[in-house]
């Protein structure tokens, strides 16, 4: 074995620490400040992914050729080959790193050529294997970026392998499972393979437990956990060979996000999630997305369907970022096709949601005895909306009392009501948990194939859950400042709760009234007069960004339609759970263009001058929002056999995160779905995101230059 001279020459310069028992005064002051990092392992992580992915050739062998005894001998040699590279690249790559990366890069491209007659005949996983295989060539070869730190310590090489093979096992149970329906689609070759790459991370997993037997980490007790959960849940679902070798998936995922630390105690400031935290437009994008994959995972489990056979990868998907993004559009029938777990997760999807991440997090952070720095604390506080820090956990704490008060109130008075109408007192309690909290959120799922089409006679139904609509819609911070000001406050109301509660009720007072006199004869038609004023009330409610509905939409009326659009697009006050530009940005605009007609040199409201800033901000909202609605529209146009006026209609919902349909969602195809998801996606996130870039950057020191007019209109 070479020697290696760089980490001589450095345990040469730099002697060993002293023992405690030495004195300190013997010791050099520099060798407690920087040791020495020896016996390096930079590969470690690289090493697990390598082993825990050598089972993936068999998988493309039985996928590409027909099963794995219909392989031909060339194919069968090259899957052997594949198979004995990547092992050999994840036992060497740690301690001979140059045989190891061949040895891994000839595994790779191995790989390729066993899935090339496949790839042109399956463009998506032929862009999935592409990433896969790149992503694995630059760990293997970009110099000291392997996929975890590079600077490992001997002790750090069994958490760095821990993490690693967990995140290669976890990648390639997704791929399988969100591939198709794994319980017919998937041959007994493949699910093998997916259980002996779980293995693999679960043994390495197992070995890295016993060495740290006697730790108390909370990391080590969690690990011990998952990997013990993971075998409990083998026990139960033996019989099923999917199912068995899924109960891997949960100690993979656990120990690829919360698995032992394999960065030095000094590198925490240089954590990938450190910079993450930092930008507000980052966070809310990935935790948004996280949390989208994990509800995809759980909703696409056998489990999950009460027909025992998974819904698919892209069903799945469709419907966890409709939940997450408090949409409501669906593409599987939420009472029938979901069991009480598939149902449950639907339910924390939209809590989650709705409220946003940071909120839980911000208030977790408190209760953990967590602290921030200086940039986090600004990147909550504008997730939030408060502008004082020292208050961000209370406004933080304040949002979750609201929450629950209001959907714990809003559940126990629904389930009262259900039970009224004939269902089980333990049936009533969870449909009315369910509709306050999908409600509150204004997600729109509902536990009634028709939504809301059986209590269209039942009007404490539509208006309790109106009132839940409402007051998700206006956001917890305005209901708190109508509290305190109820509690004795004399301070007048800022601008923005104003502007918030007078466009809540000329929407919805001017919206109902339209609803009524325009569906009298349509929609509404056939119901009696006071039952038409109370549909036509909740109609008014949920077009801003719910998605409920109590009659039937495919029958209105073309001015009727419209209203309709109008209403989406604008939908509810920021800080709330609904979505759409907020009414906040819609009143500005409108106040400027009528300030700028009157010939006024500012925009003003309630004896307040709005910054020139503010009506900038809403006017390339509002720019933003259109265009994007313009392109969905037009990839939906191209790609589906839909009429233009449904179309429209789908686009704006899923862009306002509506979830109304005029029948379009149950026409579309797996293109469709994708322009839909991705509408979906950035309505929610898009105009936070927008808004959050636009309020901390600015052009700082810009050269003024000459002004010139420019003919307009």
């Known amino acids: 074995m070479p020697l290696d001279l760089d980490v001589f020459r450095a345990d040469a310069l730099c002697p060993r620490e002293p023992s405690p028992r030495e004195s300190p005064a013997l010791s050099d002051p520099q060798q407690h400040a920087t040791p ?52 050999l690249a994840g036992l060497r790559i740690s301690g001979h790193p140059r045989s190891g990366r061949l040895a891994g890069a000839l595994g790779l491209a191995a790989l390729v050529g066993l899935a090339a007659p496949r790839l042109p005949h399956a463009p998506g996983l032929t862009l ?47 791929v399988v499972a969100l591939g198709g329906d794994p319980t017919t689609t998937t041959t007994a070759a ?34 011990t956990g ?87 990868g892209l069903d799945a998907a469709f419907t966890a970022v409709s939940a997450v993004c408090v949409t409501g559009l669906i593409v599987r029938d939420t009472p029938v096709e ?15 949601g709705g409220l946003g991440i940071m909120t839980f997090s911000t208030a977790a952070l408190r209760m953990l005895g967590g602290r921030m720095s200086m940039r986090q604390e600004s990147a909550i506080a504008r997730l939030i ?37 004939g269902d089980s007192f333990g049936a009533a309690l969870w449909r009315g948990a369910f509709t306050a909290i999908s409600a509150f959120c204004n997600a729109g799922f509902a536990l009634q194939s028709d939504s809301l089409m059986p209590f269209q006679h039942s009007p404490l139904v ?99 339609y419209v209203m309709m659009l109008a209403l989406m697009f604008v939908g509810a006050s920021p800080g709330g759970t609904a979505g759409g530009v907020k009414t906040t940005t819609v009143a500005v605009l409108a106040l ?36 994007s609605g313009g392109v969905a529209l037009i990839a939906l146009l191209l790609t589906q056999q839909i009429p233009l006026p449904e179309a429209a209609f789908e686009v704006v919902s899923a862009l306002a995160t509506v979830g109304l349909s005029q029948g379009a969602t149950a026409q579309l195809d797996e293109v469709g779905k994708l322009v839909i998801l991705a509408c979906m996606f950035a309505g929610r996130i898009g105009p936070l995101s927008i808004m959050m870039f636009m309020s901390q950057r600015t052009a700082a020191g810009a050269a003024t230059l000459p002004t010139e007019n420019i003919d307009v209109g």
């Open 190 to 223: 493949t699910t093998a393979a997916v259980g002996a790459s779980a293995l693999v991370a679960m043994a390495l997993g197992a070995t890295w437990l016993v060495r740290r037997r006697h730790s108390r980490n909370p990391r080590t007790r969690l690990l």
């Open 592 to 627: 400027s263009v009528w300030h700028t007609i009157r010939g006024a040199p500012r925009t003003t409201a309630f004896g307040r001058t709005l910054p020139d800033r503010t009506v900038q901000r809403a006017a390339v909202i509002v720019s933003i929002a259109v265009a």
């Open 226 to 312: 998952s990997l013990l959960g993971s075998l409990a849940l083998a026990a139960v679902t033996w019989h099923d060979p999917w199912s068995l070798v899924s109960s891997g998936a949960v100690y993979t995922l656990l120990a690829a996000v919360f698995g032992p630390r394999t960065e030095p105690a000094d590198a925490s400031t240089s954590r990938w999630w450190t910079a993450l935290f930092e930008h507000p437009e980052r966070m809310l994008v990935t935790t948004f997305a996280t949390m989208a994959l994990v509800g995809t995972i759980v909703l696409a489990l056998p489990q999950s369907s009460t027909s025992g056979v998974g819904i698919g």
């Open 128 to 174: 999935l294997l592409a990433v896969a295989v790149l992503f694995g060539l630059g760990s293997l070869w970009q110099l000291g970026s392997p996929l975890f730190s590079p600077a490992l310590r001997r002790r750090n090489a069994g958490s760095g392998m821990v993490r690693g093979s967990a995140t290669a096992a976890l990648a390639f149970w997704v």
């Open 36 to 87: 020495a990092p020896t016996n390096r392992r930079p590969y470690a992580a690289t090493s697990g992914a390598l082993l825990a992915a050598s089972p993936i050739p068999f998988a493309i062998v039985s996928w590409a050729h027909g099963g794995l005894t219909n392989a031909p001998l060339a194919a069968a040699l090259v899957g052997g080959f594949a198979v004995l590279a990547l092992l």
């Open 462 to 560: 539509l208006h309790t859950i109106a009132l839940l609509i409402v007051i998700g819609g206006l956001s917890p911070a305005v209901v708190l400042t109508f509290a305190r000001r109820g509690e004795g406050g004399r301070r007048a109301l800022p601008v923005q709760v104003r502007i918030c509660t007078l466009a809540a009720l000329v929407l919805l007072v001017g919206g109902g009234a339209f609803y009524l006199l325009a569906e009298w004869d349509h929609s509404l038609a056939g119901l009696s007069i006071a039952d038409k004023l109370h549909n036509a009330w909740f109609q008014s409610a949920t077009l801003r960004t719910a998605g409920f509905n109590s009659v039937d939409l495919a029958v209105v009326h073309p001015a009727t």
């Open 385 to 421: 909306g408060t502008q004082d820090r020292s208050r961000l956990v209370s406004s933080a704490q304040d949002v979750l009392k609201v929450t629950f008060v209001t959907e714990g109130i809003g559940a126990l008075a629904l389930a009262a009501l259900f039970v009224a109408h």
């Open 338 to 352: 979901f069991t009480m777990l598939g149902q449950t997760t639907l339910l924390l999807l939209m809590q989650l």
